[in-house]
């Protein structure tokens, strides 16, 4: 308000001041736990109730992936908001998400009074040791005449650089206390671009590449950034893959698209990238998934490598570039459109060699049994609307609609690159609580389902109508995978035990349906679709088939074979006595597949 045109700030309590510093910031959406904590707050934000729609969950791990899915779809930071000691603690999991994921966020976390401070007080826990390997920046606010200030920079640094989580604690007093000082509002910063010379000398070279791939990635795409970059490697005629769990970055469908250059990646791509004689790292951190476990690339260089990324600190991190562009990611792709696309590249044969293999992966193997995933899947990629948007939560049955289904351009794809379980039911109920007009679908596992499988009682407190597709095969089955390769046979604390899915749901008043064979899919979707509810389908898979290329036989008879040949090779005798005589030839017959 104004008195004579100066401008006069009233007092505020500090749980006021703090909602109103949502409010200018442009918080729109806030996901939480109550807890006593935070009670000012929360009486902060009924005040801004008709500006702030306060999203009540059930976990504080599904609060923080509904705000993480916010800021993944928005671009704008999500704001969970949990209580202290506990609350914070089962928050931390989707802390770790935003940072690994590249995606704005801001936590908020009840502390208790700051004059009780390392009296080990009821709940205590000091956040700024707690989270500081997890987030960009942890500050606590003590004084309510720093909320707008402290609040404000906490965004700043959430969409900064390579955007990721803010955790502030907010003590409990300091909400009661009054102050009066203005609200502040965004800063309008202009995103960095490219360095003049950056991308001709990376066109540069490109010219003189022969077997080029391209790999996106990463967090703070726009619409518009992608556009542009797909324009730009559409006129370049450029491979394109994408990193782990980024599929809504590019046209799963387009002649140019190679697969997924992740966790379980194809290991026909992973063939051809190897044989790459320029790398094109557009906003891929380059980290472990992507790289195969640091053994795609040679790490000085020998493979000349172009990266793009918002934090100069991120690259050369781990790989030498042979050229590092700092810049934002879509002020990049923007100056790549308008660069002077390579005139009759060299590389069409092998962009069509890399897509052929991309297809050759997509065809659904002739599997036994009255479900056969693959074709299921593919026959639901047909029915789905072209704006829907994907969760998936972490484990191998995650593998199946990576690898047979495709991602649309206008279509969105979120996952957790950190491998979270639990992820998949809350992201869903986050994207549809965003885009309430979209068909949202969540891909889980039975496993996931039950850590945070809870949280469909928040979609229906919120009238949103995701759909969830529950694979079951009673079992942990990225783990029993792992121990059947080692331990062949020796089943221990992977198998589970699971409730009727399409029961549970439907005692929330939900629409719930099993699906057990091939043709039933489609139709159950379309029903639960129908039905205008919060819709789960339950597919009850085969346990033998652990992952779409092996069986737990073919995994044991592997294992069988490797353990022959390591007990072979430690009887074989020592140089000196082979060198004495001439091995006779080993000669071994091929076995069926």
């Known amino acids: 308000m104004t008195d004579g045109g100066k401008r006069v700030v009233q007092q505020r309590p500090g749980g006021k001041l703090l909602a109103d510093a949502l409010v200018a910031q442009g918080v729109t959406h806030a996901f939480c ?62 802390v770790h998400v935003a940072f690994q994921d590249s995606t704005p966020l801001v936590l908020i976390v009840g502390q208790i009074p700051f004059e009780e401070t390392d009296r080990e007080s009821f709940q205590e826990v000091d956040y700024r040791k707690m989270f500081a390997p997890l987030a960009k920046w942890v500050t606590q606010i003590d004084e309510a005449a720093r909320i707008p200030e402290l609040m404000a ?38 995103p960095p671009h490219p360095a003049p010379e950056a991308v001709p000398a990376m066109m540069d070279m ?73 790398f094109l790292a557009i906003g891929t951190r380059m980290g472990e998934p992507v790289s195969q476990g640091y053994t795609l690339l040679d ?4 493979t000349p490598i172009v990266q793009v990324h918002q934090d100069q600190a991120e690259i050369g991190r781990v790989y030498r570039p042979a050229l590092g562009i700092t810049s934002d990611l879509n002020a990049f792709a923007a100056a790549a459109r308008a660069a002077a696309p390579v005139e009759n590249p060299p590389w069409a044969g092998w962009t069509r060699e890399l897509r052929a293999a991309r297809e050759a992966q997509a065809e659904a193997p002739e599997v036994g049994g009255p479900l056969d995933l693959a074709s299921a899947l593919q026959a639901l990629e047909k029915a789905l609307p072209p704006d829907t948007i994907f969760t998936t939560d972490a484990g191998n ?25 639990g992820y998949g039911v809350p992201a869903a109920i986050g994207a549809a609580v965003v885009h309430p007009d979209r068909c949202v679908v969540c891909f889980v596992g039975d496993g996931g389902m039950l850590m945070t499988g809870q949280e469909i009682a928040t979609a229906f407190h919120h009238s949103v109508a995701p759909i969830v597709l529950v694979f079951n095969n009673q079992m942990y089955g990225t783990i029993r995978m792992h121990q059947e390769k080692t331990f062949p046979g020796r089943v221990s604390g992977t198998a589970l035990t699971n409730p009727d899915f399409a029961r549970f749901i439907e005692s929330f008043g939900g629409h719930g349906e099993v699906v057990e064979r091939t043709d039933d899919l489609v139709p159950a979707f379309e029903r639960a679709r129908a039905s ?4 789960l389908i339950e597919l009850r898979t085969d346990p033998e ?36 005589r001439a091995p006779e030839p080993r000669r071994t017959s091929p076995r069926p597949r």
Not at 299 to 302: D, F, H, L, N, V
Not at 532 to 535: E, I, R
């Open 33 to 94: 736990v109550p807890g006593e904590s935070y009670l000012d707050l929360l009486d902060g934000l009924y005040a801004q109730r008709n500006r702030v729609q306060l999203v009540t969950c059930r976990f504080e791990a599904g609060a923080v992936h509904m705000a993480e899915a916010y800021g993944k779809l928005t671009g704008k930071p999500g704001v969970a908001i949990v209580t202290r000691g506990p609350g914070a603690c089962h928050a931390a999991i989707g």
């Open 153 to 190: 920079h906490a965004f700043d640094v959430a969409r900064s650089g390579r955007p990721g989580p803010v955790v502030v604690a907010i003590s409990e007093e300091m909400q009661r206390e009054t102050a009066a000082v203005p609200d502040i509002g965004p800063a309008r910063v202009l």
């Open 206 to 278: 490109l010219r003189k590449a022969q077997k080029p791939l391209a790999v996106l990635g990463g967090g703070g795409w726009t619409a518009e950034g992608r556009a542009a970059i797909r324009d730009f490697l559409l006129a370049n005629d450029l491979p394109v893959a994408v990193s782990f769990r980024r599929q809504g970055l590019f046209d799963g469908t387009s002649p140019n698209y190679a697969g997924d250059l992740g966790v379980g990646a194809d290991a026909a791509l992973v063939a051809k990238a190897k044989e790459c004689d320029l």
């Open 299 to 302: 790490m000085a260089g020998a």
């Open 397 to 421: 049955f995650a593998t199946w609609p990576t690898r047979f289904m495709h991602v649309r351009e206008g279509q969105d794809f979120l996952g957790p690159t950190n491998g979270a379980m």
């Open 532 to 535: 205008g509810k919060p819709a």
């Open 545 to 580: 088939q652990i992952t779409n290329r092996s069986t737990i036989a073919q995994l044991r008879e592997q294992a069988r074979r490797a353990a022959e040949g390591a007990s072979t090779a430690a009887q074989a005798p020592s140089s000196s006595s082979v060198a004495a």
